[in-house]
T-cell receptor
Framework: RKEVEQDPGPFNVPEGATVAFNCTYS??????FFWYRQDCRKEPKLLMS???SGNEDGRFTAQLNRASQYISLLIRDSKLSDSATYLC?????????????FGKGTTLSVSS | EPEVTQTPSHQVTQMGQEVILRCVPI?????FYWYRQILGQKVEFLVS????????KSEIFDDQFSVERPDGSNFTLKIRSTKLEDSAMYFC???????????????FGPGTRLLVL
């Protein structure tokens, strides 16, 4: 069974804090990895793709460990607007048009 | 920026009734998807569609479900005889399908919230 597991949280942090989310996936055929963000009752929106070498986009850093089937997201200098649910997502298999497998999400609440 | 659109935003129906959820994918995209999210649960894949046929479907997508691209712009999900457990948010998504290794971004529509009574 293909699963993505995440700590559901919630993570309650003050503005300016650094927070890290972790995720594990069970499908060894997955080759593409993503973090999506979902605001309450809204659609998932791509935050960033995750590459083998790790990648950074502003305050956000994603890491991938294929051997451990582990993905992480680090958010530095948290803003109030970062409050959302962060979804760890992997593809089902390695071809165009493949299904995405979602984790249940980790909820982040940033307070002033 | 191009967007995936979905109608209606909300639909309330009686158990056993048929519903059709509509989506307009981004115009140059080739792959289309339906996902659902039951309240408080994870987003789940239902079906993908390419070149006018289903390319992949999950175990959720049983004979009660069907998809269609009736014209050049719309992509629909039909549920023939709704059950209480079909109550969920249904998201349509689309991609260009051109990237290697399925790395392309799937763009999601705002969803249709279906409530079956």
């Amino acid at each position: 069974r293909k699963e993505v597991e995440q700590d559901p949280g919630p993570f309650n942090v003050p503005e300016g804090a650094t927070v890290a989310f972790n995720c594990t996936y069970s499908n060894s055929a997955s080759q593409s990895f993503f973090w999506y963000r979902q605001d309450c009752r809204k659609e998932p929106k791509l935050l960033m793709s995750v590459y083998s070498s790790g990648n950074e986009d502003g305050r956000f850093t994603a890491q991938l460990n294929r051997a451990s089937q582990y993905i992480s997201l680090l958010i530095r200098d948290s803003k109030l607007s970062d409050s959302a649910t962060y979804l760890c997502v992997v593809n089902s298999h390695n071809q165009a048009g493949t299904a995405l497998i979602f984790g249940k999400g980790t909820t982040l609440s940033v307070s002033s | 920026e191009p967007e995936v659109t979905q109608t209606p935003s909300h639909q309330v129906t009686q158990m056993g009734q048929e519903v059709i959820l509509r989506c307009v994918p981004i115009s140059n995209h080739l792959y289309f998807y339906w996902y659902r999210q039951i309240l408080g649960q994870k987003v789940e894949f239902l079906v993908s569609f390419y070149n006018n046929e289903i390319s992949e479907k999950s175990e959720i997508f049983d004979d009660q479900f069907s998809v269609e691209r009736p014209d050049g712009s719309n992509f629909t999900l039909k549920i023939r005889s709704t059950k209480l457990e079909d109550s969920a948010m249904y998201f349509c998504a689309s991609t260009t399908g051109g990237a290697l290794f399925g790395q392309e971004t799937q763009y999601f529509g705002p969803g249709t919230r279906l409530l079956v009574l």
